[in-house]
């Protein structure tokens, strides 16, 4: 008989366990095996919770995504101006929860599985889309041209961390910085 309440502790074992394996192997080359190993349970428990590895995989890409969307909330709350509120969207997409070693494993085999993994293209898209979405609404009070702007941007912050993310010698902060500067330029310029 299966002990009542366990299941959503054990989903979260499972999520945390592939975010870390994920980390720590440095991509999505680990098995299910490996994952519920980690989480302290058996194969077969994980995958009668998940099925298998790509859906254990949505599932922590799901945690972190809801992770990053706490940030974002969190920043939007305290953001008293248009301005402060695209700034709050930077912050966010480079806060410490968002660059942890395993995070940015877990965000560098989203783009790569999202080639070929239409489950995983479309929450690659949904993040893409909410934070597209949440930029032109801080930029347009105070931009010449909002959905561009906020393309560069979401263009920008994709790019930083990933270039942030494979280098040794940039970090977050001067990851943000840059897409700071970038936004500065952007409202600077005439339309």
Known sequence: MPKVGMEPIRRTALVNATIAEIGARGSLDVTVGQIAKRAGMST???????????????????????????????????????????????DASFAPSCFTPSTISAWMTLYASAATNPDTLRLLRVY????????????????????????????????????????????????????????????????
């Open 128 to 191: 893409q889309q909410r934070l597209h979405s949440n930029l032109i609404h801080a930029l347009r009070p105070i931009s010449s041209d909002p959905v561009a702007h906020a393309e560069v941007i979401a263009a920008l912050i994709d790019g930083l961390y990933l270039r942030a993310a494979l280098s040794r010698s940039k970090s977050a902060d001067a990851a943000r910085d840059t897409a700071l500067a970038a936004l500065s330029t952007l409202l600077e310029r005439p339309a």
């Open 44 to 90: 077969a428990l994980a995958h009668h919770y998940f099925g298998g590895k790509d859906q254990i995989f949505l599932a922590a890409m799901q945690q972190i995504l809801r992770d990053f969307g706490a940030e974002v909330r969190r920043g939007l709350r305290a953001a008293p101006t248009p301005r402060a509120r695209v700034e709050a969207l930077i």
